[in-house]
């Protein structure tokens, strides 16, 4: 579904998974990443409302020896590998707890946004998740990630430790997390994991056919 049209909600991570997957399979056409060909589709905005490594989902059709190493880690200052640094020492700044103090002085506040790119960085070295916004509505925190681009086939690998920063940051306000919000602004899959795209939306019936 394109932004513009009502958000798509899904109550887990693995039914937000095959709907990306199924919007860059019907809507996708012939592209070409870094890496080499790639099947694109247009920008993707949805919300999840739960997130866990335990989603049957993701037990079924997801990756199998990648999902128990996560799910073994069970920590909460996520998001891992270059990441991590970009969220807590970026120039210096512990963004997180920029947000945490922002919040707290103006809970109503639309400004607490991070980003998580520096400008001028080399090309290959930025990272495909660029921001990171927080508003309090509704007495709890709502997050909106934003992908400049995103290989969605293994993008729940993200998803999930996403929802732990939000749970993080929830936490030290003295509030519930709300749904995540996700923004995949070039939502696509490799030419080369085509039939296993394939092969899980086959399993995994559309909601008009259940």
Do not use: K
């Not at 020492?89 to 919040?103: I, P």
């Not at 909106?144 to 969605?152: L, M, P, Y």
């Not at 997390?177 to 394939?198: K, Q, S, T």
Request: a neutral charge; one cysteine or more; glycine letters at 8%.
């Amino acid at each position: 579904m394109e932004v513009g049209r009502a958000l798509p909600r899904f109550a887990t991570c693995g039914q937000a998974w095959i709907a990306v997957l199924r919007h860059v399979w019907r809507a996708g056409e012939a592209g070409l990443e870094d890496g080499g060909p790639i099947v694109e589709a247009p920008p993707f905005l949805f919300e999840v409302s739960a997130l866990s490594w335990e989603d049957p989902i993701l037990r079924e059709h997801g990756d199998h020896a990648v999902l128990a190493g996560r799910a073994r880690e069970r920590t909460r200052r996520a998001v891992h590998g270059r990441y991590g640094p970009r969220l807590h020492d970026l120039d210096g700044v512990d963004q997180l707890r920029w947000v945490v103090d922002l919040l707290r002085a103006r809970p109503w506040t639309t400004s607490a946004w991070i980003s998580l790119t520096l400008p001028g960085e080399p090309a290959d070295g930025l990272p495909c998740l660029t921001a990171l916004s927080f508003r309090i509505r509704g007495y709890r925190l709502i997050m909106t990630a934003t992908f400049r681009s995103q290989n969605v086939f293994g993008g729940y690998l993200t998803y999930i430790p996403l929802r732990a920063v939000q749970v993080q940051v929830a936490e030290e306000l003295g509030l519930p997390a709300g749904p995540l919000r996700v923004f995949v602004d070039v939502p696509h899959i490799r030419v080369a994991d085509a039939e296993r795209v394939a092969a899980v939306l086959a399993a995994v019936p559309a909601p008009s056919a259940a």
